[in-house]
Antibody, heavy 122, light 114 residues
Framework: HLQLQESGPGLVKPSETLTLTCSVSGDADDSISSGSHYWGWIRQTPGKGLEWIASVFHTGSTYYNPSFKSRVTISVDTSKNQFSLRLSSVTAADTAIYYC???????????WGQGRLLTVSS | DVVLTQSPLSLPVTPGEPASISCRSSQSLQHSNGYNFLDWYLQKPGQSPQLLIYLGSNRASGVPDRFSGSGSGTDFTLKISRVEAEDVGVYYCMQAIQTPFMYNFGQGTKLEIK
């Protein structure tokens, strides 16, 4: 059974850079390197609701929401079965629950992490 | 950008009664291959969203058959034939027609038990 687990700081200061990591575990068929799945980050705020940030394929191909593109980097480490999100120059508006999830090209977010609450505050 | 509008935003339901949620899109979500790229998710209190319906009308693995999705183009509906207490939460539709991955979600419909 596939499991995704987010890790990273719960509190960062304004203007700092945030790095979140999603660890993927399960059967051999569930590895990041297998299949045609994409691995993405979505965040949830009271004001904007659920918002897609970025996705990565195991080959390293990356896809970004233009709203974040200048500040965000997504990467994958197949040897560790992990993928990461780096968000720079954070502000209070980046305070949110950050989810990692697996999806297909046409949506189908069928596995989600439990979510990581990030607070941006001095 | 595709805008999804859900209604109602709040849905009080008596257990055992049916429930229906509408999701309307500002653009057609039907691909040239005939599929409608519209998913439905349920976020139970304190949990991550979970996939209920994909491609407009296909139930995800493990989803009870009291849940059904229908619609095409710009108008979609999620129906629960008989609401149970465990169905409480916020229901979201999500469009997946825009590529790559410029998907967005509706505002959410909060289902509560009367």
């Amino acid at each position: 059974h596939l499991q995704l687990q987010e890790s990273g700081p719960g509190l960062v200061k304004p203007s700092e850079t945030l790095t979140l990591t999603c660890s993927v575990s399960g059967d051999a068929d569930d590895s990041i390197s297998s299949g045609s799945h994409y691995w993405g980050w979505i965040r949830q705020t009271p004001g904007k609701g659920l918002e897609w940030i970025a996705s990565v394929f195991h080959t390293g191909s990356t896809y970004y929401n233009p709203s974040f593109k200048s500040r965000v980097t997504i990467s994958v480490d197949t040897s560790k079965n992990q993928f990461s999100l780096r968000l720079s120059s954070v502000t209070a508006a980046d305070t949110a629950i950050y989810y990692c999830a697996r999806h297909l090209l046409n949506g189908f977010y069928n596995y989600w992490g439990q979510g990581r609450l990030l607070t941006v505050s001095s | 950008d595709v805008v999804l509008t859900q209604s109602p935003l709040s849905l009080p339901v008596t257990p055992g009664e049916p429930a229906s949620i509408s999701c309307r899109s500002s653009q057609s979500l039907q691909h040239s291959n005939g599929y409608n790229f519209l998913d439905w998710y349920l976020q139970k209190p304190g949990q991550s969203p979970q996939l209920l319906i994909y491609l407009g009308s296909n139930r995800a693995s493990g989803v009870p058959d009291r849940f059904s999705g229908s619609g095409s183009g710009t108008d979609f509906t999620l129906k629960i034939s008989r609401v149970e207490a465990e169905d409480v939460g916020v229901y979201y539709c999500m469009q997946a027609i825009q590529t790559p991955f410029m998907y967005n979600f509706g505002q959410g419909t909060k289902l509560e038990i009367k």
